[in-house]
């Protein structure tokens, strides 16, 4: 059981990481980072507006198999890949597809959340822009 701290003011970590525009946060090695804890957190706040528990978790286990974002969902859980990029690459299903090795739960979904646009919710592993992370939070 690894811990991860997320701040729940992204913009007060961009501060502390001196990050002062959009340009900069664009090319800053901390953009995937930041862009993972901003998801997660805008997650967490979300459910406790809805009046739900959290139910969100993050997995690393001793060798450094690491999913983004657990959320339970039913008997199992729901697994989630966080990626800034604009861009879509098959990279980024990699741990996904590998889950299941690691968790013995059921598992509910997967999802690809990141910053681009084109999305495919048909195949085993949803690809979503990040603006509908409402999708799978239900």
Known sequence: KTPKLYFMDTGLACY???????????????????????????????????????????????????????????????GIEIKSAMTYHEDFEKTLKQMNNWIKVPIEGKAVVYAGTLENTTGKISLLNYAHLDDVLE
Not at 51 to 72: A, C
């Open 16 to 78: 502390l990481l001196g990050i002062e525009s959009s340009e900069q946060l664009s090319r800053d090695k901390m953009r995937g980072a930041l862009f993972e804890n901003f998801i997660v957190t805008e997650a967490l706040k979300r459910r406790y507006n809805q009046g739900k528990e959290s139910n969100l978790y993050f997995y690393r286990d001793s060798n450094q198999n690491e999913i983004d974002l657990l959320l339970k969902k039913g008997s199992g859980l729901y």
